[in-house]
């Protein structure tokens, strides 16, 4: 992998894979949005979270539904098995993988619901997600939003509140500028584009 592409590595799982009398030795990097298959130094795949389905522990390692009908399965120890699926369950129970991985918090208010959010990096479309994942577990308590897709979710619309003021927030460096002016205290208010501010 990438020097750029290492930063965000969760967890790895090297594994390999017996194919026509050969065996094939694989890497599967976890990371924050996506996990990343490599053989050797060539990268053989790329699947972000927001499309898998269900994982399945199995006997002999992990068991991953991809949207589209594909099934992946990554051989691995126990032990790895087990950190890879409480990541996934923490993942989607929204829980925070790790203390230290917490930066800062928002508060965010969407029409009368208002509720912290923990920022674990300056990724915006990680904060929007566990915005919008926040608000679906409200107001759709019995669906599960495990990994969402922004390209559902484009009509809302995150405003910074300053004095009287609105500041929209589109992009990283939006966020990340809002995190160093505001000192990792945001505050937040969630629009629906038809109500923009």
């Known amino acids: 992998m990438h020097a750029e592409e290492t930063d965000g590595v969760l967890t790895t799982i090297k594994s390999k ?3 026509k009398s050969k065996v094939l030795e694989y890497s599967t990097h976890f990371c924050l949005d996506k996990f990343v298959v490599m053989h ?3 990268l053989m795949g790329e699947i972000p979270y ?10 002999k390692g992990l068991k991953f539904e991809i949207s589209g009908g594909s099934c992946l399965r990554i051989p691995c120890e126990s032990e790895k098995k ?3 699926f409480q990541m996934f369950k ?3 129970s929204g829980a925070i993988l790790n203390r230290n991985d917490i930066v800062g918090v928002a508060f965010v208010q969407f029409a009368d619901l ?6 674990e990096g300056s990724s915006f479309n990680n904060f929007k997600r566990s915005v919008i994942r926040r608000i679906g577990g409200h107001f759709l308590p019995s669906q599960s939003l495990d990994f969402v897709s922004l390209e559902h979710y484009n009509e809302f619309v995150l405003y910074i509140i300053y004095n009287d003021a609105y500041v929209m927030l589109e992009s990283d460096d939006d966020f990340v500028c809002a995190l160093m002016y505001f000192d990792n205290k945001l505050n937040v208010i969630v629009k ?3 109500n923009q501010a």
Do not use: G
């Open 17 to 19: 894979y017996e194919f």
């Open 40 to 42: 050797k130094d060539r």
């Open 50 to 59: 927001e499309s898998i389905l269900k994982i399945e522990k199995r006997k």
């Open 82 to 84: 087990n950190k890879i």
């Open 90 to 92: 923490n993942k989607r």
């Open 114 to 119: 208002k509720f912290l959010v923990p920022l």
């Open 192 to 194: 629906h584009a038809s």
